[in-house]
């Protein structure tokens, strides 16, 4: 199966990297190295000749629509639906039947689970063949309604979001605040270190996408999250975010 990937770390590179050990022959491109036509007109040609095209690129609406648009002539287009609908997704795709969303937080491995959504135009074919797809990378799927967040991320980037909040108004330090959920709640990481982990512009994302679509302020995006991605700090994959982490690249 031919696979072509476009989005931003670190998921764009875990979806990658699953695709390349169920061997399928996949590319990647993140979005950042997506600046000129060349570098475009050849993610078109790829797409266009591919069996899937996966786009997992949740920060920014106009960034995420031109990506759809280099990717709408795939047979079968997979978007992240963490910041957007996939019936809002689909209103920008040449062949809106074919787009399905899906939705999952890092770490992404084999043996997890990915949340699956049809958006009002999307075809039960496309639905059965994207199901099919993640379950070869040995994903488990789950059918889930359509909407901004889908579940996880929803119910996980409002807890990053409010401990933001916490962090803000000095309730605690960063470190107690995590610490609080993990000794306290048994929670596998805590919120702060879990946004840093998923990335504070995709959290920033799903909140704006949340509060757009239902207009409550608990889905307000914390001041302190757009401060940190206004300054670049978006977690783990740029080394410093609510935490500090050495970089690889």
């Not at 999952?104 to 639905?127: K, M, N, Q």
């Not at 670049?232 to 970089?247: A, C, I, S, V």
């Amino acid at each position: 199966m031919k696979v072509v990937i476009a989005g931003e770390r670190p998921l764009a590179d875990e979806v990658f990297q699953l695709c390349v050990e169920a061997g399928h022959v996949s590319s990647l491109y993140r979005v950042e190295t997506l600046s000129d036509a060349f570098t475009t007109q050849r993610l078109r040609a790829e797409a266009e000749a591919a069996d899937v095209a996966v786009e997992c690129h949740n920060e920014s609406r106009e960034a995420k629509a031109r990506v759809i648009e280099w990717l709408g002539r795939a047979p079968l287009v997979c978007a992240s639906a963490l910041a957007c609908s996939t019936t809002e997704i689909a209103s920008g795709a040449a062949r809106p039947e074919a787009l399905t969303g899906w939705g999952a937080l890092p770490p992404l491995a084999a043996g997890g689970a990915v949340e699956l959504a049809g958006g009002l135009r999307t075809g039960a074919p496309a639905l059965e063949q994207a199901e099919a797809f993640w379950r070869s990378l040995g994903l488990d799927v789950v059918r889930v309604p359509d909407g901004p967040g889908l579940v996880r991320a929803r119910i996980v980037c409002a807890l990053v979001n409010e401990a933001a909040v916490a962090l803000h108004e000095g309730v605690a330090s960063a470190a107690d605040i995590d610490t609080a959920m993990t000794l306290g709640l048994n929670y596998p990481r805590g919120p702060l270190a879990w946004g840093d982990l998923i990335g504070l512009d995709v959290v920033l994302g799903v909140m704006t996408g949340l509060f757009t679509e239902y207009g409550d302020d608990r889905y307000r995006p914390a001041p302190l999250l757009r401060r940190y991605v206004q300054a670049g700090w978006l977690g783990r994959k740029t080394g410093r975010g609510f935490f500090e982490y050495p970089t690889t690249e």
